[in-house]
């Protein structure tokens, strides 16, 4: 079985410009994602996906193999999926086989150590079809807005539960996934048939989506 990690990493960004190359602690946020999967003795190659030459330049020369995405799978509203696919068919079209993909997200760079052998170990064992990084959250007190009323109302407001009666809520972090090839160019979703989760800790996972969880970020790597 062949294990390949596939990093996503288009250069266009609205929030934070050239977000996966910006410097994290003297280092471009890519350079953890493709550090850690380097280590790994259980990937067998580590490619990096971008239309941005620049990110495809440095990915390179840190050890990384690249793939030159088309700019229709680069944009805002293109899926990972569509941007997955087209990296395993080009794999596929040079000779390489892909059965099982590890897919990180670049803007989740903290990571526990040993993770993406760890994460495939526990996916083999269990016989899982596809797998996503989680951490558990305190259950939700979730409220709605009223279309008539301006102010929240909250679900089940007639009693509180405590912590401990409560089942146990997870959140899909989007730190990476894993998933089998076939199946996944079949059902086009990165999550499909037998579903595992791998629990992260809170620190673990977190994700950049503007300056201000960079700043969080920071403070987290100094953890």
């Not at 990493?9 to 999967?37: D, H, V, W």
């Not at 909250?154 to 089942?167: A, M, P, V």
Request: with cysteine; charged share 30%.
């Amino acid at each position: 079985m062949k294990v390949i990690c596939i990093i996503l990493a288009r250069g266009g960004s609205k929030q934070i410009k050239n977000k996966n190359i910006i410097k994290l602690c003297n280092q471009p946020m890519i350079y953890y994602t493709i550090k850690e999967a380097l280590k790994s003795k259980l990937i067998n190659e580590t490619w990096v996906s971008s239309d941005s030459e620049k990110i495809l330049k440095y990915s390179k020369k840190i050890g990384a193999n690249t793939i030159k995405r088309p700019l229709k799978y680069s944009k805002d509203k293109s899926s990972s999926e569509s941007s997955w696919i087209h990296a395993i068919k080009y794999l596929k079209r040079i000779g390489k086989q892909v059965d099982i993909v590890v897919a990180p997200q670049v803007t989740s760079p903290k990571r526990p150590k040993k993770i993406f052998d760890n994460a495939l170990k526990y996916f083999n064992k269990k016989r899982f079809d596809s797998l996503m990084s989680v951490n558990e959250i305190n259950p939700p007190n979730t409220w709605i807005k009223s279309k008539n009323l301006k102010f929240p109302r909250k679900k089940n407001h007639n009693f509180y539960k405590t912590r401990q009666s409560l089942e146990k809520t997870y959140n899909e972090n989007g730190s990476f996934y894993i998933f089998k090839t076939k199946e996944f160019l079949l059902k086009k979703n990165r999550l499909f048939n037998k579903i595992g989760m791998y629990v992260m800790d809170k620190k673990f996972g977190f994700e950049v989506d503007d300056f201000e969880d960079l700043l969080i970020l920071k403070k987290i790597f100094k953890i």
